[in-house]
C-alpha cells in the first residue's frame, strides 16, 4: 500500500483487531499458502510485474465479514497480475487460492458477530469510495507465529 493509505489501514486495524492476534500489519492477500519452493521463481515474477505502474485501486465499500470487517477493494490490474501469477503456478495452488479472491484490507477478524456488525454500521456511517495506492508486491513465509518477509518489489512505472 502506499505509505498514507498503509497508515491509515493498519491503525484502524490495531484499533479493532484483537491484539493477541494481530501478527500481521495492514495488508492485500493474493494468495494464503505458495509452497516455498516456488519462492525464486516467485521472486523474478514479482519484480517483473512491479517495473510498470501500479495499478489503480479504490476503496468501493465496508464488508462485513461475519466476524470481522474489511475494506473492499476494486482493482482490475491487481486482479490481473494476481491472475498470472495463479496461471504461473496452477497445479501448485490449495483449493482456497484457486478460487478468485474478493480483494479487500481486513481492519477486525475473530470476534463476535454482534461486535463486528457494530463496527461495519460505525464505519459506513462516513464511508465514501476514493482510490487507493498500492505500492508494491511482497511475500512472506509463516514462521509458526512470527510472519518473515521473503521478498518484496516496489511498482517503478
Known sequence: MGAADFA????????????????????????????PSVLPELADRLKLLCRGPAPAARLIEVMLLGQGVAYR?????????????????????TPQDQARPRLHVTVQNK????????????????FRPR??????????????GPWEPTMKAMFRG
Open 131 to 144: 482510490p487507493f495506492a498500492i505500492a508494491g508486491l511482497a511475500a512472506w513465509h509463516y514462521r509458526g
Open 8 to 35: 491509515w489501514a493498519d491503525g484502524l486495524r490495531r484499533a479493532h483487531f484483537p491484539p493477541e492476534r494481530n501478527v500481521l500489519s495492514a495488508h492485500i492477500t493474493l494468495f494464503h499458502h505458495l509452497p
Open 73 to 93: 477493494i476494486d482493482s482490475p490490474a491487481l486482479m490481473a497480475m494476481r491472475d498470472d501469477l495463479a496461471e504461473a503456478f496452477t497445479g501448485l495452488l
Open 111 to 126: 470476534v463476535p458477530p454482534a461486535q463486528a456488525k457494530a463496527l461495519a454500521q460505525q464505519l459506513r456511517a462516513d
